[in-house]
């Protein structure tokens, strides 16, 4: 069945590092890939998307793009903030009905 | 916002009680989704429905059933509460935009099951 691997966490970084998130995939057919977060005591936000292979999907300075010859999705940021610590999901559906999760990674960000 | 709401946020219970959730959605969707929320396991898929009476299960749907008597609640019901079901429960809509399926979240339950 599908999966989705992400780096173990937590990840700590200090104010305007920049960021990396590892997540890669196994699925049989053109998953869509997402980013969710998750903010202490929330539920799920989705942070962004990308449906196709070399889609870009972006939001508050987030950034993965969809590498189909890797099986990958990173998720990047360049400079992060006290206020982006959280923890990050990566996930996948085919055809919408059922999303396959990683298992998350915690981020600290340190003034 | 996708006015998703979950009843009750906290709640704590004994082995052998029946439990049951409520998640509560004013926009008319029509898929909704219960996961439960573990460490080291993200979410899992328990149940969803797809419509009115219409449901199908998930990766870990032993012990819980759903119900949706009308399009706005999705209910979960934990027959028979087991320690291993102590988890938080998360809500969840599915909204096409240009063609594309995207779940949005409710705020979850978190539940101890003693």
């Known amino acids: 069945g599908d999966s989705v691997t992400q780096m173990e966490g937590p990840v700590t970084l200090s104010e305007e590092a920049f960021l990396t998130i590892n997540c890669t995939y196994t699925a049989t057919g053109y998953p869509s890939l997402f980013w969710y977060v998750q903010y202490p005591g929330e539920g799920l936000q989705l942070l962004l998307k990308?449906?196709?292979?070399?889609d870009k999907g972006s939001n508050k300075g987030f950034e993965a793009t969809y590498r189909k010859e890797t099986t990958s999705f990173h998720l990047e940021k360049g400079s992060v903030q006290v206020s982006d610590s959280a923890v990050y999901f990566c996930?996948?559906?085919?055809?919408?009905?059922?999303?396959?999760f990683g298992g998350g990674t915690r981020l600290m960000v340190k003034p | 916002d996708a006015g998703i709401t979950q009843s009750p946020r906290h709640k704590v219970t004994e082995t052998g009680t029946p439990v049951t959730l409520r998640c509560h959605q004013t926009e008319n969707h029509r898929y909704m989704y219960w996961y439960r929320q573990d460490p080291g396991h993200g979410l899992r898929l328990i149940h969803y429905s797809y419509g009115v009476k219409d449901t199908d299960k998930g990766e870990v749907s032993d012990g819980y059933s759903v119900s949706r008597s009308k399009t706005e609640d999705f209910l979960l019901t934990l027959e028979s509460a087991t320690s291993s079901q102590t988890s938080v429960y998360f809500c969840a809509i599915s909204e096409s935009v240009s063609g594309q399926e995207t779940q949005y979240f409710g705020p979850g339950t978190r539940l101890l099951v003693l």
């Open positions: 996930a996948l559906t085919q055809g919408g009905n059922m999303l396959t």
């Open positions: 990308a449906t196709k292979a070399d």
